[in-house]
């Protein structure tokens, strides 16, 4: 009983949703900031790393070094990752993030990414329009 409990205060504590799922859009792209990724990156709330399996014993590893793209880990990922995960080894990486500083950055990310962003931004005590993004006049 009491876990049910505690389930049921930290849900209705934070509502949002953090994960992926196809089709689902909670935050209406018209609602959402613009964010300037290379802010949120000074922040330490994103972190863009090369494509990469992060265990270089894995099957898959040499197939991923050449690819082109990114990854973009939140914050609010690496906190809830386990200690050895394989985010931990990709952010080490640095990938350039020139291609994600436009006006509709977050007008690309699944619903759960933006809500992470929010997320990390709350956990830093950063209020999220100071991380909008400015276009050079």
């Known amino acids: 009983m009491k876990l049910r409990l505690t389930a049921k205060i930290l849900r209705t504590a934070d ?21 300037d990724i290379l802010k949120l990156i000074r922040a ?19 197939e991923w070094l050449n690819e082109r793209g990114y990854h973009l880990i939140t914050l609010y990922n690496i906190k809830h990752c386990a200690e050895d995960c394989w985010m931990l080894k990709a952010i080490t990486k640095k990938a350039d993030p020139t291609p994600l500083h436009r006006k509709d950055f977050a007008r690309n990310l699944y619903d759960g990414k933006y809500n992470q962003i929010l997320w990390g931004l709350e956990k830093k005590n950063i209020k999220p329009k100071t991380m909008r993004y400015q276009p050079k006049s």
Do not use: A, I, W
């Not at 799922?21 to 909670?26: A, S």
């Not at 330490?44 to 040499?62: A, C, I, N, Q, R």
């Open 15 to 35: 509502s949002r949703v953090y994960d992926y799922q196809p089709g689902r859009n909670e935050v209406p792209y018209s609602d959402r900031l613009p964010f």
């Open 44 to 62: 330490g709330v994103v972190f863009v790393t090369p494509l990469m399996d992060g265990d270089p014993e894995s099957p898959t590893y040499k």
